[in-house]
């Protein structure tokens, strides 16, 4: 992995990174040369016992510009400079415009609960500089390059001391509100670990404490045992519609021997890794023949500094359609109770996702 650092003019970080070696001669460029006044808190919610954010700047964000003003794409024309410069690279990450958390963030409100600054960050993933691929369409040493990309980014925000854990995470498809097309993700890194990644490793940590042995590493060998929901499995990596899945089309992808973070991985898993997540995502656009959209989230261990072999890398996809033309809408129980109700079964939606014939030497077109 090549990687090269730049600062763009309105002072904001800019990471490019590249199977080749990237030329020293690029400049940063930006849509603005104001530096970011974004000045993000956190409220103290008593009920749940959970943080919420406060970011009202993020109204002014970027909403779906047209082709010819998509700032994700390489810069054109120097009068109208993008996110982006001109270069040959394969993946940017740069500091959010919009961020919901922010390193510099002071001074927060007083209010009738408790509040903070909100001292985390926010990092976009540009996975490529064509505006009309998908993960899909990624050749396998690119996606290669982009889990590598992701423990980079883990380490790197890790080292600061006020984050204590690290979120990559895809939204796809308007229907789970994306705001942009262009192929790209995100990264959280939160001062605090999360209500739901902290639930999950209190259950890995509780397992781990009984069994001496991961939580998820059981429930992969129980998937392979059952043999009824697995999408795709070589010897280091597996995709498989999990037995609890909460909505119809719900993917899981993990490396099959536990590993903590992104980090961790050696060359084969990430490459197993890479292959399931070109296999998971051809079949979704294959299914119905059209782009396919879910959100995508990488759960992985805090970055404490402290050892988790509790703690499972993986990735899980929340697709938002129950059938071809009907969306699954979180109401009354999912929102209110926090018990999903899913209205197909695992074993019959792993059917329709195994039939879907790809290969992952040869992108369909979408």
């Given at each position: 992995?090549?990687?090269?650092?730049?600062?763009?003019?309105?002072?904001?970080?800019?990471?490019?990174?590249?199977?080749?070696?990237?030329?020293?001669?690029?400049?940063?460029?930006?849509?603005?040369?104001?530096?970011?006044?974004?000045?993000?808190?956190?409220?103290?919610?008593?009920?749940?016992?959970?943080?919420?954010?406060?970011?009202?700047?993020?109204?002014?964000?970027?909403?779906?510009?047209?082709?010819?003003?998509?700032?994700?794409?390489?810069?054109?024309?120097?009068?109208?400079?993008?996110?982006?410069?001109?270069?040959?690279?394969?993946?940017?990450?740069?500091?959010?415009?919009?961020?919901?958390?922010?390193?510099?963030?002071?001074?927060?409100?007083?209010?009738?609960?408790?509040?903070?600054?909100?001292?985390?960050?926010?990092?976009?993933?540009?996975?490529?500089?064509?505006?009309?691929?998908?993960?899909?369409?990624?050749?396998?040493?690119?996606?290669?390059?982009?889990?590598?990309?992701?423990?980079?980014?883990?380490?790197?925000?890790?080292?600061?001391?006020?984050?204590?854990?690290?979120?990559?995470?895809?939204?796809?498809?308007?229907?789970?509100?994306?705001?942009?097309h262009h192929p790209h993700g995100q990264i959280y890194a939160y001062p605090f670990i999360p209500p739901v990644p902290a639930r999950m490793l209190s259950m890995q940590q509780e397992y781990y404490e009984k069994h001496r042995r991961g939580l998820l590493q059981d429930l992969i060998q129980k998937e392979i045992a059952d043999n009824r929901r697995i999408i795709y499995q070589d010897e280091?990596?597996?995709?498989?519609?999990?037995?609890?899945?909460?909505?119809?089309?719900?993917?899981?992808?993990?490396?099959?021997?536990?590993?903590?973070?992104?980090?961790?991985?050696?060359?084969?898993?990430?490459?197993?890794?890479?292959?399931?997540?070109?296999?998971?995502?051809?079949?979704?656009?294959?299914?119905?023949?059209?782009?396919?959209?879910?959100?995508?989230?990488?759960?992985?261990?805090?970055?404490?500094?402290?050892?988790?072999?509790?703690?499972?890398?993986?990735?899980?996809?929340?697709?938002?359609?129950?059938?071809?033309?009907?969306?699954?809408?979180?109401?009354?129980?999912?929102?209110?109770?926090?018990?999903?109700?899913?209205?197909?079964?695992?074993?019959?939606?792993?059917?329709?996702?195994?039939?879907?014939?790809?290969?992952?030497?040869?992108?369909?077109?979408?």
């Amino acid at each position: 992995m090549y990687s090269h650092k730049l600062l763009k003019p309105d002072g904001r970080k800019l990471k490019l990174y590249s199977r080749y070696p990237i030329t020293s001669q690029l400049e940063a460029t930006s849509p603005s040369n104001e530096p970011v006044q974004a000045n993000p808190h956190l409220r103290w919610h008593p009920l749940r016992g959970e943080w919420v954010a406060y970011a009202s700047h993020r109204q002014g964000r970027t909403f779906m510009p047209p082709p010819e003003y998509n700032p994700l794409a390489p810069t054109t024309n120097p009068e109208f400079p993008t996110e982006l410069p001109q270069g040959k690279y394969d993946v940017a990450v740069f500091d959010n415009r919009f961020p919901s958390m922010t390193p510099t963030a002071n001074n927060p409100p007083d209010t009738i609960v408790e509040t903070l600054p909100a001292n985390g960050a926010c990092e976009v993933v540009v996975f490529t500089q064509d505006a009309r691929a998908s993960l899909s369409s990624l050749e396998l040493d690119h996606l290669d390059l982009l889990l590598e990309v992701w423990g980079d980014r883990t380490r790197e925000l890790g080292l600061n001391p006020q984050i204590q854990y690290v979120l990559p995470f895809e939204n796809k498809g308007v229907e789970v509100g994306v705001t942009l097309h262009h192929p790209h993700g995100q990264i959280y890194a939160y001062p605090f670990i999360p209500p739901v990644p902290a639930r999950m490793l209190s259950m890995q940590q509780e397992y781990y404490e009984k069994h001496r042995r991961g939580l998820l590493q059981d429930l992969i060998q129980k998937e392979i045992a059952d043999n009824r929901r697995i999408i795709y499995q070589d010897e280091y990596a597996i995709a498989f519609v999990p037995v609890c899945a909460r909505y119809p089309y719900e993917v899981w992808i993990a490396p099959k021997e536990p590993v903590s973070t992104f980090m961790d991985l050696t060359p084969e898993q990430r490459w197993g890794l890479a292959k399931a997540l070109k296999t998971v995502t051809l079949k979704y656009d294959g299914l119905w023949n059209r782009p396919f959209p879910y959100l995508m989230a990488w759960f992985q261990a805090p970055t404490d500094g402290l050892a988790h072999p509790e703690a499972h890398l993986h990735a899980e996809f929340f697709p938002p359609y129950r059938t071809s033309e009907r969306l699954k809408y979180l109401a009354g129980t999912e929102l209110a109770a926090g018990m999903f109700a899913n209205d197909a079964l695992p074993e019959e939606k792993a059917k329709e996702l195994q039939a879907v014939v790809v290969n992952i030497e040869e992108p369909i077109s979408v």
